[in-house]
Nanobody
Framework: VQLQASGGGLVQAGGSLRLSCRAS????????MSWYRQAPGKQREVVAG???????MYADSVKGRFTISRDNAVNTVYLQMNMLKPEDTAVYYC???????????WGQGTLVTVSS
């Protein structure tokens, strides 16, 4: 099983980035997918999630700025991040949880740096 995250980088405040996480080795459509982030010195926190059926949720800190989506045809979950702020700087991880059992997998993380 592999979750390959990409799309991170350096961006100025107010800018946008789109993260991608491509899964392999799992039946992607049977997994709920989430994005987490971990800033230096802080705990990992959930940013957004999307169920296997397409329902989404967001942390209050990113509502109205971030959009999570998925494309089951290419086993990929996306996180569109707009109006980025310096406090969004973190390593972003994708996370897969099986809808019918206690299986879960983490991606390797992609670094997002937002300069002021």
């Amino acid at each position: 099983v592999q979750l390959q995250a990409s799309g991170g980088g350096l961006v100025q405040a107010g800018g946008s980035l789109r993260l991608s996480c491509r899964a392999s080795g799992i039946t992607f459509s049977m997994y709920n997918m989430s994005w987490y982030r971990q800033a230096p010195g802080k705990q990992r926190e959930v940013v957004a999630g999307i169920s296997s059926g397409g329902s989404s949720m967001y942390a209050d800190s990113v509502k109205g700025r971030f959009t999570i989506s998925r494309d089951n045809a290419v086993n990929t979950v996306y996180l569109q991040m707009n109006m980025l702020k310096p406090e969004d700087t973190a390593v972003y991880y994708c996370y897969a949880t099986f809808t019918h059992g206690r299986l879960d997998y983490w991606g390797q993380g992609t670094l997002v740096t937002v300069s002021s």
